[in-house]
């Protein structure tokens, strides 16, 4: 069982950075998959990335890359999401997510979901 917990949202405007934090519970958390999604009013979740520790590889969607970036602390059993550049179009519900052994972009594919922190981007 992975427990998931969010931080860092907050209000920005457009153009500016935050860094959003997800501390997992758990002895395991190197060898889970990490990712992160993202919801909107009215819209569906949204995949954004993942951080695949089988594959030792990290997935961006289009909207976020080279503006969005993944890593992770085993250490701390923390991974962060930061954005950068970020537009009022980046306003969503942010969620981290882990699982054993799905690497892919469907959030069906992922069984433990943090509750979401919120990132509002003013105009």
């Known amino acids: 069982q992975v427990q998931l917990l969010e931080s860092g949202g907050g209000l920005v405007q457009a153009g500016g950075s935050l860094r959003l934090s997800c501390a997992a519970s758990?002895?395991?958390?190197?060898?889970?998959?990490m990712a992160w999604f993202r919801q909107a009013p009215g819209k569906e979740r949204e995949f954004i990335v993942v951080?695949?520790?089988?594959?030792?590889?990290?997935v961006y969607a289009d909207s976020v890359k080279g503006r969005f970036t993944i890593s992770r602390d085993n250490a701390k059993n923390t991974v962060y999401l930061q954005l950068n550049s970020l537009r009022p179009e980046d306003t969503a519900v942010y969620y981290c997510?882990?699982?054993?052994?799905?690497?892919?972009?469907?959030?069906?594919?992922?069984?433990?979901w943090g509750q979401g922190t919120q990132v509002t981007v003013s105009s």
């Open positions: 997510a882990a699982d054993g052994d799905y690497t892919g972009s469907s959030e069906r594919g992922y069984d433990y």
């Open positions: 758990g002895r395991t958390f190197s060898r889970y998959s």
């Open positions: 951080d695949s520790w089988s594959r030792r590889r990290t």
